[in-house]
């Protein structure tokens, strides 16, 4: 089964990392200075779960260091969550990217997550 994700999505006054628009799922990924802001990253994922968005939140160094692992939680969370209604999808704004559960590899996830970690 496979994903669609766009990258760099604005949402509200909030731009997020990445998008699955049929899940209304966002996937952030936080470098270090987000230990010093977790108010405003509270803040923020307050009100994009106020707009009916899950939010996944991941550190840099979880996806450098462990990215099958952080693949392995988005992946169930795809898998279990059915997309909210079929017939109203979200509209993406960003780079499209897709991402297929099934053939996932190593390789794939470097692709998918091709932002360099020194952006987040």
């Given at each position: 089964?496979?994903?669609?994700?766009?990258?760099?999505?604005?949402?509200?006054?909030?731009?997020?990392?990445?998008?699955?628009?049929?899940?209304?799922?966002?996937?952030?990924?936080?470098?270090?200075?987000?230990?010093?802001?977790?108010?405003?990253?509270?803040?923020?994922?307050?009100?994009?779960?106020?707009?009916?968005?899950?939010?996944?939140?991941?550190?840099?160094?979880?996806?450098?260091?462990?990215?099958?692992?952080?693949?392995?939680?988005i992946s169930r969370w795809l898998l279990?969550?059915?997309?909210?209604?079929?017939?109203?999808?979200?509209?993406?704004?960003?780079?499209?990217?897709?991402?297929?559960?099934?053939?996932?590899?190593?390789?794939?996830?470097?692709?998918?997550?091709?932002?360099?970690?020194?952006?987040?």
């Open positions: 089964m496979a994903f669609a994700f766009d990258s760099k999505f604005r949402s509200g006054s909030y731009i997020v990392d990445f998008l699955c628009p049929s899940h209304r799922l966002i996937v952030e990924i936080d470098g270090g200075q987000h230990a010093t802001q977790s108010l405003k990253d509270d803040r923020r994922t307050q009100w994009l779960e106020s707009q009916r968005f899950t939010v996944l939140r991941f550190w840099n160094n979880d996806v450098s260091g462990n990215l099958d692992g952080v693949i392995e939680t279990s969550n059915p997309p909210p209604h079929p017939n109203r999808p979200l509209q993406g704004g960003g780079d499209s990217k897709v991402f297929d559960v099934q053939s996932f590899s190593p390789s794939t996830a470097n692709s998918f997550l091709s932002v360099s970690a020194s952006s987040w």
